[in-house]
């Protein structure tokens, strides 16, 4: 009995798919390509930030306000994290490049781990933006106190937002 049939209404071992030829000059190449122009400068800047979280927290400075520092370093983490699964489930199947070497293989979870991985972080990229207003929050509140309270605020609130998400 032929694969084909084992997976019936699928792409896999569907011979016109396997015999698929990628072409370049595709329209949905150029969109593909086009975001990697804005998002390699905006990680660039991701970067910046890290680094400064790093040493400030390393040199513990009174200056920076380390917990929304980590605020929007965990944001735009989440949401650069976004983007790449994003794009390996979106856009780059959408060019063809990889449909004659999916129609070639078994289904597997790696394929499922792409999709779970975009669906994952597109959710805690929308969580994490609560983060911040919640920092403030506590500064105002507890003003007297709030380096205390915001050190245990923050911990509650990543261990939330990781978990909130997981439950989707």
């Not at 084909?4 to 370049?24: A, C, G």
């Not at 593909?32 to 991701?46: E, G, K, L």
């Not at 199947?93 to 781990?113: E, V």
């Not at 380096?147 to 911990?155: A, I, L, T």
Request: with cysteine.
């Amino acid at each position: 009995m032929s694969n084909s049939f084992l997976y019936p209404n699928t792409i896999h071992f569907d011979q016109s798919y396997i015999n698929y030829r990628f072409d370049w000059s595709n329209f949905s190449v150029p969109l593909a390509i086009i975001p990697w122009i804005y998002i390699i400068p905006s990680f660039s800047v991701i970067w910046k930030i890290w680094k400064i979280y790093w040493t400030t927290n390393q040199n513990k400075t009174a200056d920076v306000n380390r917990h929304v520092f980590l605020a929007i370093s965990l944001s735009q983490f989440a949401c650069f994290a976004n983007f790449f699964f994003d794009y390996f489930m979106t856009r780059l199947p959408a060019t063809g490049i990889f449909t004659s070497y999916c129609a070639s293989i078994q289904p597997n979870h790696w394929l499922k781990m792409i999709i779970f991985l975009a669906l994952y972080t597109n959710y805690l990229s929308l969580a994490f933006p609560i983060l911040l207003p919640l920092i403030r929050l506590v500064i105002v509140i507890f003003s007297k106190t709030h380096q205390k309270c915001r050190n245990h605020w923050v911990v509650i609130s990543v261990v939330f937002e990781t978990v909130n998400v997981l439950d989707f």
